[in-house]
Nanobody
Framework: VQLVESGGGSVQAGGSLRLSCTTSEYTYYYLAWVRQAPGKEREGVAAIDRDGTTYYADSAKGRFTMSKDDAKMTVYLQMNSLKPEDTAMYYC????????????????WGQGIRVTVSS
């Protein structure tokens, strides 16, 4: 399975970005967005299962929306009302086990994409 992220960049606080992750094998995995800020550990942001059920970290609830397009084998993370503390590398991750915010549940990772939010 390969994961390819796109859509990162720089934005001012309050702005929006949409991240995309296209996979080469889609049906049998749970997919998540995980971020890592400088000097911090990776943390789960959002996850989605094959039925479209989503799960969010408290920091993402009400601001981020994860969705999927089965025909395109792509998952998205729409990020609104961005804050400087959202600045991080964002990784798309896949795993076979469960819908989880724990990065340890995912064993396949994209290369990561940078998101920078300025105040």
């Amino acid at each position: 399975v390969q994961l390819v992220e796109s859509g990162g960049g720089s934005v001012q606080a309050g702005g929006s970005l949409r991240l995309s992750c296209t996979t080469s094998e889609y049906t049998y995995y749970y997919l998540a967005w995980v971020r890592q800020a400088p000097g911090k550990e990776r943390e789960g942001v959002a996850a989605i299962d094959r039925d479209g059920t989503t799960y969010y970290a408290d920091s993402a609830k009400g601001r981020f929306t994860m969705s999927k397009d089965d025909a395109k084998m792509t998952v998205y993370l729409q990020m609104n009302s961005l804050k400087p503390e959202d600045t991080a590398m964002y990784y798309c991750a896949a795993g076979p086990l469960a819908l989880s915010m724990d990065p340890g549940w995912y064993n396949i990772w994209g290369q990561g994409i940078r998101v920078t939010v300025s105040s």
